[in-house]
């Protein structure tokens, strides 16, 4: 079989399998929830509510029937695309929750992974170029304690330093109350007011993200400094590198053009698994920094026990994930000519 056919068929394989893993994630979410001891109708409307009330909730959260019948009545709602509607929020929609909090922690998210990668990177560079010396301990310090470090704990520690005792930093929201919000189609602060040509708008909706996604990308850029580290100190004792260095290419040109392309494969490889630890991460940073993203907004769900939108959220989550790690596989299966299928 040649490689483009075994391609296409890997391609044909992941994306078939992509539903199965989504049934498995909702059962999972959904079992879990239910599984979890006391009643989330009394959670929410208090044990001495009306017994006709706790009724109309029950139907409402798809607690009314078996245990069976609840799943298939879920499975029949996902199957038309419909998440229900949240206990906690009367009236409004999963989706529409979804819509309204998404951009934040996408903004986040984004943000924090290009600090992340260019973080990872330089510092994985720096510290193979330079085996065994001060510089290479120094990077392979900075991997671990980035990875290690607990991410509510350094977000505390970073907001007491930054925004409480040098004020350098705002906290509490994502945007001053003092000015009128972007508006646009994204939803994401700083590229609406990039495209209205507001660059107060701008820098402000940039300074309200600067500290949570530099705490978030700090933390997760120890993966890419390991990979980048391990596979660039590899690539640099390779035959065509020591050619290079024999026909008088200096060490820097040597580094940018020939060594670190090789070494950054499989650094695409492991994004799709850190996007993955980036929504998770997100969670705590959202709650660390009162962001009002779709992470928090799921954190005061399960608190609440607001079974529609937790299982919504969590589904929607799954998909993303889901869907980047397939096209994190073909992407690298594309670029990487050694791959074999």
């Known amino acids: 079989m040649s490689r483009s056919k075994a391609l296409q068929y890997y391609i044909f394989t992941r994306v078939l399998l992509a539903p199965l893993m989504l049934w498995t994630i909702t059962t999972s979410v959904f079992l879990l929830l239910r599984a979890t001891p006391g009643d ?7 044990p001495r509510a009306p017994e006709a009330f706790k009724e109309e909730l029950r139907q409402q959260l798809g607690l009314a029937g078996s245990l069976w019948e609840q799943y298939l009545n ?19 929609d999963v989706w529409e929750i979804i819509q309204n909090f998404f951009p934040a922690t996408a903004e986040l998210a984004v943000c924090s992974m290009l600090v992340a990668i260019v973080v990872g990177i330089c510092v994985g560079s720096l510290a193979a170029s330079r085996p065994n010396t001060a510089i290479d301990v120094g990077g392979r310090l900075f991997g671990i304690i980035t990875y290690s470090v ?7 520690v ?6 409480v005792q040098l ?38 909706a940039l300074h309200y993200l600067a500290l949570p996604s530099l705490t978030l990308g700090i933390l997760l850029s120890g993966i890419f400094e390991r ?12 035959d065509y590198v020591e050619a290079a260095r024999a026909r008088g290419i200096s060490e820097g040109r040597i580094l940018v053009a020939h060594a670190l392309k090789n070494a950054m494969i499989p650094v695409i490889t492991v994004l799709g698994l850190t996007f993955a630890s ?7 940073t959202e709650v660390t920094f009162s962001w009002p993203g779709l992470a ?7 608190s609440s026990r607001d079974y529609p939108t937790v299982q919504g959220v969590t589904i929607f989550f799954a998909a993303i994930v889901v869907v980047a790690s397939i096209a994190i596989d073909i992407l690298n299966a594309y670029i990487d000519p050694r791959i074999r299928y």
């Open 40 to 46: 989330p109708v009394d959670a929410i409307l208090g």
């Open 74 to 92: 879920y499975m029949g709602q996902l199957l038309r695309f419909d998440l229900g509607e949240s206990a906690t929020s009367r009236g409004q």
């Open 150 to 156: 607990p991410m509510f704990w350094m977000g505390m």
């Open 158 to 163: 970073l907001q007491l330093i930054f925004a």
């Open 167 to 204: 004020g350098w930093f705002p906290l509490g929201t994502r945007y001053p109350l003092t000015l009128p919000t972007p508006t646009g189609l994204t939803g994401l602060y700083t590229l609406d007011s990039l495209l209205a040509g507001n660059l107060n708008q701008f820098f402000a």
């Open 227 to 238: 990979i980048v580290r391990v596979n660039l100190k590899q690539t640099l004792q390779s």
């Open 278 to 284: 980036l929504l998770g991460g997100a969670i705590l």
């Open 296 to 302: 928090s907004r799921l954190y005061e769900a399960i």
